[in-house]
């Protein structure tokens, strides 16, 4: 079931999407080579702290993390870990706050120095399809619109939509009904009714789409070690279109 939110719930979700979008910004502003993925998450715990909010990762089906930093082949859920990012590298940050009761959730792949061409372009259409899916987004139109305008996007652009992860409802639960697909029909799927909050996160490989979890059963990696760029938006479902809550 999908939840519509109350004037009081949203006002919930604005708080707690604000400061997540405050903490990535704040963590993102580190990420340069010689820096650890572990010493990134630290800098997200204490400003984490500093708003007097929980991480909503930590501990959420056994997480280890704070925050997930995925790095290079990476897809999404990379533990954070004493792995120093270097020049040419490209890391996903994808942070998830619990405040006064709510869950706010974005994420955003950031180079690491001077990256490839091939790396900035994959960066720039994942970057580009997310924003296609966002505007695909209102009231009464249907889920599959959102992966519809993603994958066009993305296929178009010779990379490819993962499909063992999507984005998902939100609410006083990090994941709550209905799932959001980054691929599929133009029509197909539920009617999104006004009021509701969506976390819509774009998964794009530049290779197969294909993933494999590794042994620490988190991590997912593309099947074929090419690079994979996140980025996430929470949002509120109005008539006109989606507000992006998760902006600071
Ligand atoms: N980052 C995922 C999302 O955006 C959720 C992370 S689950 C966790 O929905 F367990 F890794 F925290
Ligand atoms: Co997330
Ligand atoms: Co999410």
Partial sequence: MIYVKSADEITGMRNACRIVAEVLKETGKNVQPGITTKELESIADKKIKSFGAKSAFLGYRGYPGIICT??????????????KLKNGDIIGLDVGVLYNGFCGDTAKTFAVGKISDSAEKLL???E??????????????????????????VEKNGFSVVR???????????????????YGKAGSGVRIPENCCLAIEVMINEGTWQVKILDDNWTA???????????EHTVLVKREGVEILTVC
């Fill in 128 to 153: 580009l399809s997310l924003k296609k899916g966002l505007e695909s987004c209102s009231a009464d139109r249907r889920i599959g619109d959102i992966g519809s305008a993603i994958q066009a996007t």
């Fill in 164 to 182: 063992d992860f999507v984005g998902h409802g939100i609410g006083r639960n990090l994941h709550e009904d209905p799932q959001i697909p980054n």
């Fill in 221 to 231: 990696v593309t099947s074929d070690n090419k690079l994979s760029a996140h980025f």
């Fill in 124 to 126: 720039n259409i994942s």
């Fill in 70 to 83: 995925s790095v290079n082949e990476v897809v999404i859920h990379g533990i954070p870990s004493s792995q």
